[in-house]
Nanobody, 125 residues
Framework: QVQLVESGGGLVQAGDSLRLSCAASGRTFSRYATGWFRQAPGKEREFVAAISRSSWSGSTTYYADSVKGRFTISRDGAKNTVYLQMSSLKPEDTAVYYC???????????????WGQGTQVTVSS
């Protein structure tokens, strides 16, 4: 059974940084794509970032325009963990952040077959 556990969320001030972690069991992260999504109150879940499965040439990363240049997704194969490094946080980044894993690094939630329970990130102004 595949399980994903997010951690690292919290309350920070605008301009601060935060690193989210997504640890997997039951699936080797490097063989699958991993994505981060977020959902703010009253809004739909939206794509944040994704990293493709590892290949001989490495992995490809994708970002939503709203976080490009501020967020970085990465993977530690030895720890079977994917990270989302968030910098220059803004109040509009406040949301529950979810990680998900699937065969391809897509921007749609339906492209992922396993999800974590989410971690709250709150950015105060």
């Amino acid at each position: 059974q595949v399980q994903l556990v997010e951690s690292g969320g919290g309350l920070v001030q605008a301009g601060d940084s935060l690193r989210l972690s997504c640890a997997a069991s039951g699936r080797t992260f490097s063989r699958y794509a991993t994505g981060w999504f977020r959902q703010a109150p009253g809004k739909e879940r939206e794509f944040v970032a994704a990293i493709s499965r590892s290949s001989w040439s490495g992995s490809t990363t994708y970002y939503a325009d709203s976080v490009k240049g501020r967020f970085t997704i990465s993977r530690d194969g030895a720890k079977n963990t994917v990270y989302l490094q968030m910098s220059s946080l803004k109040p509009e980044d406040t949301a529950v952040y979810y990680c998900a894993t699937g065969p391809l690094a897509g921007r749609g939630a339906l492209e992922y077959d396993y999800w974590g329970q989410g971690t709250q990130v709150t950015v105060s102004s």
